[in-house]
């Protein structure tokens, strides 16, 4: 089983960024984690804060690996070009949202993304992406 968890814009602060909000772990030392729970599987981590190269990444991964799981970070909330990529590949996307974005502002409500996923997880802190992997495994 091939996963990648792919981290939009602004994840790559896990750790500092709004600790009240996304934790004081850092992403890095969180997948180290995710790793030793789920030796099985192999396990991939891609983040970039650039529109154009996460669809590239989405490009690249989605006609070979068995699962994707994407926390697209804002442009969940902006972006159609996401979106018609995650429709143009062959491979599944759990979209994940460290938060519960519907408990927050409006326009965190809005994802562009959703009616092209398999499902969605939303507000388990980064245990979100655990639940997300868990869902291809189990
Ligand atoms: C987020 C929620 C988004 O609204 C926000 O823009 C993020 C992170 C989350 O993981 O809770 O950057 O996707």
Not at 14 to 41: A, W
Not at 75 to 87: F, G, L, N, P, R
Request: charged share 20%; net charge negative; hydrophobic share 40%.
């Amino acid at each position: 089983m091939k996963l990648i968890i792919i981290n939009g814009p602004n994840l790559n602060l896990l750790g500092k960024r709004e600790p009240t909000v996304y934790g004081t772990t850092t992403f890095e030392d969180y997948f180290k984690q995710l790793k030793e729970d789920f030796s099985e599987v192999t396990l991939e981590y891609y983040q970039s804060n650039i529109e154009g190269k996460l669809i590239d990444k989405i490009h690249e991964v989605g006609f070979s690996y068995d699962g994707i799981i994407l926390n697209a970070a804002a442009y969940t909330h902006t972006s159609i070009a996401i979106a018609d990529a995650i429709k143009a590949i062959e491979t599944p996307v759990v979209e994940v949202h460290i938060s519960n974005v519907h408990s927050r502002e409006k326009f965190r409500h809005l994802s562009y993304i959703a009616p092209n996923v398999k499902g969605i997880i939303s507000g388990f802190g980064l245990k979100s992406y655990n639940l997300a992997i868990e869902s291809f495994v189990n």
